[in-house]
């Protein structure tokens, strides 16, 4: 099948590698400037997706990948093209964060105090009136601008407001604070109906062990599966959505990140996207082929997923200059990691490499005739590593096993994914009733 893949960021990465697998013919648009050379080697390049229209055609597939494209999704799908992936109204699910809130309190699912600020300022005059606990946020992908308050007089918080304002950071989010533990559910949708099970996640974002450091977009997630929809963190956040979901006909993946304590579960932001390494932990759960799926969502069609049981686990394998993004905090390439090569302490097995998937790399080859990867982009989101068992502890061996053969100059990554959950999160959320 031809498929034409829509990138901003190369999110969907994983599932570009995965549909190359499957031997489908792609071509891949990547619009984000410090990206465009990633993947060369990998697959076939389009500097401008629209003038590969006539090439995909009407019964090749389309996907995007991310919330920045304005709508053209059902401008497409007006025109008759089969396209995977949102729209504006979903975008703005992501990118608006109140009107997410807005959203979820119309249709019966409680949420925290939030509110929106056009400026850094407006955020600072309405804190300084009511200090507290609070979470700043701003709408993209860069987590380690993101900062989670620790003072009841908020002076922390207003500090990190000045450095938005310092920036040019804007608009502002902010949100009451409380404590909990971060649980996430998410379910793939057709316009009608739920496609594939439910995932049940946990994402790890600060940059450092035992969740100490800045935010990032995320260190490593941990997953699993299930078909109950009766299960609480699905009937109580997600299914309430679907009415809204037919509503704007959105066709793609929907995550819900939350804080789940004794007195409910809050959703606190939406992934209107394939997620990262969300994603990839998908490439390793799923038994179906994503040029099905993909297909079968784009065309509003049922589809019975087939997929692994247990626990997946993820590793975000990341080099400098992340978490600091070229475009906030300034851009050097001499503080990037790019041209760096990959390398094994051993040869892998067939399953190993599997295990391993690439976003920031370009491949090439050696006078020797074997295949260079070399980290290409220049955010340092190099690749992520998964796993797989039938309990946290397989899945984290499997994982890691992986992760200490790859030798990647300068590269970091946290050695906890999966501990804190399996150290008591799991026994507080089945405590509390929403998991089994």
Known sequence: ????????ELIGSAIVHQLIKEGHNIRLHISHEDRKAC?????DKAEDWRSQLEWVGKEGLIVFDDVVFEGVQDELRE??????GGNA????LELDRQHFHEILSSHGVPTLPSFDFETADDAIAFLSQNLGFWVVKQSSHIGMLNYVGQRADAKDVLDILSLYKEKGISPVHLQKRVEGIEIAVGRYFNGTDWVG????????KPLCHGNIGPLTAEMGTLMWYGEDEKNPIFSKVLGPLKPYLQEIDYRGDIDINCIANADGIWPLEATMRFGTPATELQC????SPWGEFLSAVADGEPYELEYKQGFGLVVS??????????????NSNIETSTGISLFFKEDLSLPEIDQIHFEEFSKTQRPDGSDRYFVAGKHGYALYVTGLGATIDDARASAYSVVDKIILPKMLYRTD????FDNGGRSALQKWGYIT
């Not at 025109?79 to 995977?84: K, N």
Request: hydrophobic letters at 45%; aromatic letters at 16%; charged letters at 20%.
């Open 1 to 8: 099948m031809r498929i034409l893949f829509i990138s901003a």
């Open 39 to 43: 993947f060369e080697g990998f697959v």
């Open 79 to 84: 025109q008759g093209y089969r396209v995977f």
């Open 89 to 92: 109204a979903s975008d703005r």
């Open 197 to 204: 099970p439910v995932e049940v996640n946990q994402e790890h």
């Open 284 to 287: 390793e759960l799923h038994n």
């Open 317 to 330: 394998v990341m080099l400098p200059p992340f978490p600091y993004a070229p475009e906030v905090f300034g």
């Open 417 to 420: 994914i999966g501990v804190e």
